[in-house]
């Protein structure tokens, strides 16, 4: 899509977020699918600690 001549610039940098979009949104859930297995596999500890919510 990005390759047609007839295509305004508006147009392309929608495409272009988009597909920035959905690169990022690819890596975060291949980072979370590792993230999940390497607790599957005991590779990862899981720590519980106190948080506060409003910071």
Known sequence: M?????LSA????????????SSDQL?????D????SSLDTKQKKITIDKVCINN
Request: no cysteine; glycine share 0%.
């Open 10 to 21: 508006e147009k392309r940098q929608n495409f272009i977020a988009i597909i920035q979009n």
């Open 27 to 31: 890596v975060a859930i291949v980072s």
């Open 2 to 6: 990005l390759n047609k001549p007839d």
């Open 33 to 36: 699918i590792l993230t999940v």
